[in-house]
């Protein structure tokens, strides 16, 4: 079976090479994302397999069809970058890596929140240039305060039970609650809008959906605790980002921590820092001594590559069988948090 990978980074090639011997697959890697214009790379293979910031779109899976591709690989969970009805127009499965690692995304999220609050970021650069001046540094307890989970699938769990370690309160949404979790979890599932005016941190855990794009806009920062912190490392286009930043300038949002961004494709996983930025939002954004942006990088951890490589080829593993696809994505999926 041969299979054509895009958006290879060394780090996937490792993994994935180590992964492979128990298989044997050919495999080529390649450094850019899949799109209409270098579809062709994918001639003569039998699957592609894709990340986050590369396109499946309908004229693409189209390219691929005609190509002689037979299965999408996503060598991650989320899949709002692929058009599964032209995949099942085409007779192409879908496949993905549905839990890799909660534990990664669950403490990067962790990870932020804390930097944030006590302004590790900013302390760090200080005390390089010899400044150790505390003003500006104030932050607060996280136990006792409020923590707005939106979503409360394999990671929000995680991250719930750190949370509750540090004696935080846990109120969380999700469209279809899960009342014996909360029971056991010692957390409350509320409205949306209640989630907003109770929480003091407010992180996203769902789906990007039709539902939920651009969920976090004027209206919902408007219903917000003065200073809230917002934590996403879900999906970029959850978050109006030029409503982020008028929250941000209005000091309603005291601080935001963002794992993604919804145009992150030209600047996520490369080195631009020889470029001069052209996106004016990003620019403004990184701007913000009360901000920090990482490059989607929650899930890259060791145990997570490693997980995301076998899950990966055991689906590969099972097509190439003729067997029923564990981890198949199926369209018209039940549109919700998860």
Known sequence: MKITFFGAQPYDRESFDKANAAFGFDICYHRSHLNQRNVALASGADAVCIFV?????????????ERGVKLIALRCAGFNNVDLRAALRHAIPVVRVPAYSP???AEHAVALMLALNRKIHRAYWRTRDGNFSLHGLLGFDMYGKTAG????????RELIRILKGFGMEVVAHDPHPDEEYAWNAGISY????ELYER???????????????YMIGDVAIGRMKPGVMIINTGRGQLIHTEALIDGLKE?????AGLDVYEEEAAYF????SDRIMDDDVLARLLSFNNVIVTS?????????????AHVTMRNMAEFAAGKKLTNEVCPDPVAGLA
């Not at 000091?251 to 601080?255: E, H, P, Q, T």
């Open 53 to 65: 910031n590369d396109t499946a779109d309908a004229e693409t899976i189209g390219a691929l069809a």
């Open 149 to 156: 989970i939106v979503g409360t699938g394999k990671i929000a």
């Open 269 to 272: 996983y490369e080195d631009t």
């Open 190 to 193: 509320v409205a949306l809008d």
């Open 296 to 308: 989607h990088q929650a899930f890259f951890t060791r145990e997570a590559l490693d997980n995301i």
């Open 199 to 213: 929480s003091d941190v407010v992180s996203l855990h769902c789906p990007l959906t039709d539902q939920t794009r």
């Open 251 to 255: 000091k309603k949002v005291g601080a």
């Open 103 to 105: 534990h990664a995304v």
